[in-house]
């Protein structure tokens, strides 16, 4: 009866873990692709230490600042790790608004960038985005026509109540052209 209970528990949430609007297109899982992300407004929340040791403290301030401000969830969600930084995408529901920032939340308006991609899929775990990292570092070696000018981020697409072998993520480099 358990596993039952919770394989209904797994397909009642996980409707719940898409949110309305996407801030860019997905990389397709195993796929490597140099894409540019749009101009975006994002909530950020930081730490001292990693991102993998402080992910759950984290998310909280930046869950309760969309409530409070009454903006939508989107996706993904994006971090740096060293430190951890967690952001969230603003979408078009508060895109044009003056969001206000708080001791623990502050607002980035970021514009165009161009960044190196390969699509993953699994656990959203240090092993796995240093997998992604070191397949889009290799990749770039071979590339005459761009450098790296930036620190690689994770870029995760799905909800906490997706079971780990079917969530989606990214691992993103900025890139510049080489002229």
């Not at 394989?7 to 990389?27: G, H, N, R, V």
Request: include cysteine; aromatic fraction near 12%.
């Amino acid at each position: 009866m358990r596993p039952l209970l919770t394989i209904l528990f797994y397909f009642w949430f996980l409707p719940m873990t898409y949110a309305a609007e996407q801030a860019f297109s997905k990389t397709r899982v195993g796929e490597i692709e140099v894409k540019l992300l749009p101009a975006a407004t994002l909530a950020a929340c930081s730490g001292k230490s990693g991102y993998f040791e402080r992910s759950d403290s984290l998310f909280g301030p930046l869950f309760r600042y969309i409530q409070s401000n009454d903006i939508a969830m989107t996706t993904p969600v994006e971090a740096e790790l060293q430190p951890g930084v967690m952001y969230f995408y603003i979408g078009s529901d508060a895109a044009d608004r003056d969001l206000p920032e708080t001791d623990e939340v502050k607002v980035h308006h970021l514009p165009e960038r161009l960044v190196l991609s390969i699509g993953l899929l699994g656990g959203y775990s240090e092993e796995n985005f240093a997998k992604g990292e070191a397949r889009l570092r290799e990749w770039i070696k071979s590339q005459t026509n761009y450098e790296v000018i930036g620190a690689a981020r994770a870029i995760y697409w799905n909800g906490p109540f997706t079971l780990p072998i079917l969530k989606r993520s990214e691992v993103h480099i900025p890139v510049a052209l080489v002229r």
